[in-house]
């Protein structure tokens, strides 16, 4: 104890609320007038107001801060209680005596006190009084909600005030009590990162799963938010990681929530389940995802095993929410790719079955299609193939979709760059959704990018693959060498008709003519003459159809007789263009005569015939001697 005769500097705050079956005086035993007076030692300090004909009364005065003089050391505080009497002496109703030594605790007291009779005296008394008293050292003051008195134990650890608290937490019986915050004593030292408080209470029969008013979170769930050593000392203890709060999250949801990434970490050591659902089916993933920036959590979850493809109520998985920009932020959802180890947020749902991905690196996609690079894959058996272009682009306001696409086209030679997509077109794809469809034994898979915008031409971009089975890619190679010639069918004259009809012939020839001695390898392309919605959408890349069927037949140059070996064969087609790959072995023969022709004879319309090759070749018309 504090030696009174040197004296404390600092303030002294002391109030009067209430008293309460106070003794009846006046008015036959029926009722008193009472009122306090505070002394300090024998010095009156202040007298309340009198409360008339009330044996239960409430003072609603303001309560003094009176400053202390270490020079005029104070033994003892005295709230004494009168009855007023306007005509006799006033009569005493009881005391409260508090010695000083006890107050400079700096512990809050605000109890109700049983009052005494005056020392070496008989006094009949009887009731209490609620009074409020609390020792402040020189620089603190008191909180404007007194939160000292309300939630003492909460307050105490908030002020550092740490041998007062030790002091009220062995004698009080408001262990629990919570505060404003709905937070008991527990909650508020693991929010505080004071084990050592945490402890104390323990020590003290505090609740180690008591919950908060609100939520019903446990102090382990606050622990998990704001303390690896309290939630170190409660596992210690007992407490559980499968703990739930009124929502039924865990701690671990909590860690997750608070990108507490060493708490994550213990609890996961200890055994929590990392998929554990709440009451809206969100896991500690989805709330990593919905909160702050939180980029170590979600890395940790996903190591660990995180379901990214596991469902809330709302049928939202983690994959899912990247899409929901309102509740997740750019930084989490990078976070997320990149613990995944992908790059667009459309890749979380192939990568679900299909477990082979390649990633194939473009620059210098462009407005006319033919001159972007091109890249062949062909999975190693067939099966469903998915395709992703993923583009990043700074122009705000557009989405990918509105500024990049690609083709997908099927194949047979899976070397060079294709001419055209009117004729094996698979699909259009975008940069917005994954494209799938299903490849096909023995063939190759041209991936053609286009910008839809001349403003975004040149940019770098990636096509990500997911196959079934492993996948071979390359870039396409453009032709070496391209030739090419017009002609056209007039009714009467050289519209002759396809290869059945007796006019045949009468359509117009050219002698292709390659080296001799060679493997050549080498596209054929009719395209007939462009109608009005040919040019209307020569930018958006769609399949138009023609009312006329055109293709070409091959001739043997030195006999004239039709070719009738499968390669040289065509169907005829009404699109704006129809193509044929070959490989042609010329030891043996390297003329030949092409045909252009429509189905039926005197269909008039022009065309130009294209050759694409590796080789020098000449195409020229031709007539038969």
């Not at 009176?66 to 005493?92: C, G, Q, T």
């Not at 920036?293 to 983690?318: C, F, H, Q, T, W």
């Not at 069918?489 to 050219?510: D, I, Q, R, S, V």
């Not at 080498?522 to 055109?550: C, E, N, P, R, S």
Request: charged share 25%; with cysteine.
């Amino acid at each position: 104890m504090a030696d009174s005769g040197k004296g404390h500097e600092g303030q002294l705050y002391y109030h009067v609320l209430e008293a309460r079956h106070l003794a009846a005086k006046d008015n036959g035993g029926t009722s008193s007038d009472p009122y306090v007076n505070v002394y300090f030692d024998n010095k009156k300090m202040m007298k309340t107001q009198i409360m008339l004909k009330n044996l239960d009364p409430k003072w609603q005065e303001k309560a003094p801060l009176v400053p202390l003089d270490p020079d005029s050391p104070i033994n003892e505080i005295r709230f004494r209680v009168w009855d007023y009497d306007a005509f006799k002496w006033d009569e005493f109703l009881g005391e409260v005596v508090f010695k000083m030594d006890d107050i400079y605790d700096r512990v809050p007291r605000d109890h109700w006190y049983p009052l005494q009779s005056r020392k070496g005296k008989k006094d009949k008394v009887q009731g209490e009084i609620h009074v409020q008293l609390l020792y402040l050292i020189p620089g603190e003051s008191i909180t404007d909600t007194l939160e000292e008195f309300n939630y003492p134990l909460q307050t105490l650890m908030k002020q550092e005030k740490l041998t007062a608290f030790e002091t009220l937490a062995k004698r009080t019986d408001e262990i629990e009590k919570p505060d404003h915050n709905g937070d008991r004593a527990t909650h508020v030292a693991c929010i505080l990162n004071k084990p050592n408080c945490l402890t104390i209470l323990l020590d003290n029969k505090a609740d180690i799963n008591g919950p908060t008013e609100k939520e019903g979170l446990k102090p382990i769930h606050k622990a998990a938010t704001f303390s690896l050593a309290c939630t170190k000392l409660l596992l210690e203890k007992g407490a559980s990681v499968s703990s739930k709060d009124y929502n039924d999250n865990t701690p671990l949801h909590s860690a997750a929530a608070a990108d507490n990434a060493e708490v994550l970490t213990l609890l996961l050591d200890k055994g929590a389940d990392i998929n554990a659902k709440n009451k809206n089916g969100d896991t500690p993933l989805h709330e990593a995802l919905k909160n702050k920036k939180n980029k170590s959590v979600i890395k940790i979850l996903v190591e660990r095993g995180a379901d990214v493809y596991l469902e809330n109520n709302d049928k939202k998985s983690p994959a899912k929410l990247l899409t929901e920009t309102k509740l997740v932020s750019e930084f989490n959802k990078l976070a997320l790719m990149e613990a995944v180890g992908v790059v667009d947020e459309n890749e979380f749902e192939p990568r679900r079955t299909l477990k082979n991905r390649v990633v194939i690196h473009g620059e210098g996609v462009n407005y006319e299609w033919k001159e972007s690079p091109q890249f062949s894959v062909k999975p190693e058996s067939p099966g469903q193939v998915c395709v992703i272009m993923h583009y990043a682009d700074e122009t705000k306001g557009a989405a990918p979709s509105e500024l990049v696409g690609y083709m997908v086209i099927k194949s047979t030679e899976g070397k060079h760059k294709e001419q055209s997509y009117q004729q094996e077109l698979v699909g259009f794809g975008n940069g917005s959704e994954p494209f799938f469809f299903n490849a096909e034994q023995d063939w190759h898979y041209s991936l053609v990018p286009h910008s839809k915008v001349q403003e975004t031409s040149g940019k770098k971009f990636d096509f990500i693959v997911y196959s079934h089975a492993p996948v071979e890619n390359h870039t396409l190679k453009p032709w070496a060498e391209q030739t090419s010639v017009k002609g056209a069918w007039k009714a009467g004259e050289t519209a002759g008709g396809c290869k059945t009809e007796e006019t045949f012939l009468k359509n117009p020839k050219f002698l292709l003519t390659l080296p001799k001695g060679e493997n050549c390898e080498m596209t054929i392309l009719l395209a007939q003459a462009k109608g009005a919605m040919d040019a209307i959408y020569k930018h958006m890349l769609q399949v138009q159809t023609h009312k006329t069927f055109v293709g070409f037949t091959f001739l043997d140059a030195k006999t004239h007789d039709i070719i009738q070996d499968d390669k040289f064969i065509m169907k005829l087609r009404n699109t704006s263009e129809t193509y044929l790959h070959l490989t042609v072995d010329t030891q043996d023969r390297n003329q030949f005569i092409i045909v252009p022709c429509t189905h039926k004879p005197d269909e008039e319309t022009t065309f130009e015939l294209f050759v694409y090759s590796d080789v020098k070749l000449t195409l020229e018309p031709h007539s038969f001697a």
